[in-house]
Nanobody, 121 residues
Framework: QVQLAESGGGSVQAGGSLRLSCEIS?????MAWFRQFLGSERKGVAG???????WYTDSVKGRFTISRDSAKNLLFLHMNNLKPEDTAMYYC??????????????????WGQGTQVTVSS
């Protein structure tokens, strides 16, 4: 059983930075960060394949970076130039499968509990 645990959320002013971490126990091949705005469904923010390749939703390109430390089983989301519209609950997700688009929540079998990011103007 794969388990995920996020950390690193918090409150920051617009223009600030945060780094989210996700500890992943178990072998997976695709990982991603999703976020969920109040009252809406989860949306993909960034994805990563262990074989190479990263993907981002348009609104975070140039501001967010997804990376991993495979030796420590950690997935990161570096968030710079944060905006109030980035305020959401952020979740890490992982799967052992290759099928489907990275931004589809249904692709991922394993999810963390979520960490809140709040950006004030």
């Amino acid at each position: 059983q794969v388990q995920l645990a996020e950390s690193g959320g918090g409150s920051v002013q617009a223009g600030g930075s945060l780094r989210l971490s996700c500890e992943i126990s178990g072998n997976v091949i695709r990982m991603a960060w999703f976020r969920q705005f109040l009252g809406s469904e989860r949306k993909g923010v960034a994805g990563l394949h262990t074989g190479g390749g990263t993907w981002y939703t348009d609104s975070v390109k140039g501001r967010f970076t997804i990376s991993r430390d495979s030796a420590k089983n950690l997935l990161f989301l570096h968030m710079n130039n944060l905006k109030p519209e980035d305020t959401a609950m952020y979740y890490c997700a992982a799967t052992r499968d290759n099928g489907g688009n990275w931004w589809w929540p249904t692709v991922y079998n394993y999810w963390g509990q979520g960490t809140q990011v709040t950006v004030s103007s």
